[in-house]
């Protein structure tokens, strides 16, 4: 009975469509029902032997149903083009686009670390002026006046009455705080210095340090050893080996500098610490009479101990720079690996 055929088709083709996901099924679905010899077709042929009391009720079903899968069709068509249009847009062989961030420099990063280092171990952070007068970076430090860093060829020296200059050292930041501070003091003081110096592969006229200042009752030389052991600890591997040598500073005395075994060659001897196996990493000593004075301490009642580390130097010596003047050249190609 051609009604209950057509009742047929009608679950077929809606089963069939159902599984249609892609434009080559449509087009296998479209040829087995759609076209001149298709099912449907086939069906519509047979009307013209349908009775013809029962011819408008089977025209009519038939015509409902063609119409229905090709509206289907046609929209299933049109949903599957749109979709292989866009993705055929996205080209899968093509690298991915990666986003550039910015990141710390790599003096400051030494600077962060080496703060960080302090910190933990009580030390707060005071900063001065980079213009410092001559009392502050020289005669309060214990500098006689005719010491060679008062030289024109060592600092630079602004055009002023007051003999200002471009700071040589954080030392003037110790007695700022000295000035300024309760005791007892235990401060660092980074900052950036100038010196008048020939540019070259191991010096700039302008760098970073990094000082550091205690002031007590009973401040030892063996207090200072421990605290720079164990910052130096901490900051190059507790596997490095230190010696202290004695030094001159006019601000401190006894004066010292701190010396790690090179982590480069583990000490056998390398181009970095021109063989000795040995780097200089520190000066150091216990904060002269005269400098505690300049601050307004009694040396009579407090002692102290004061260090000093150059930053470029650290950092140099952390990335495995051979020329100082890298860091400051900015180029991103040399900055991306550091
Ligand atoms: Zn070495």
Redesign the pocket.
Known sequence: MILDDIKQLNETIAKRIGEVNDLQKLEEFRLEFLVKKGKMQQLVDRLKDVEKELKPVVGKELNILKSKVEKQFNELRENLQNKAESSSNIDLTLPGRRSFKGAVHPVMQTLNKMVEIFADMGFSVAEGPDIEDGFHNFDSLNFPPDHPARDMQDTFFMKSPDELVLRTHTSPVQIRVMQNSELPIRAIMPGRVYRNEAISARALAEFYQIEGLYVDKNVTLAELKSTLITFAKRMYGENSAFRFRPSFFPFTEPSAELDIS?Y??GG???R??KHT?WLEIAGCGMVHPNVLRSGGIDPDIYSGYAFGFGIDRVTLLRTGLDDIRLLYENDVRILKQL
């Open positions: 090179c480069i060659c056998k001897g390398c970095i610490c196996g």
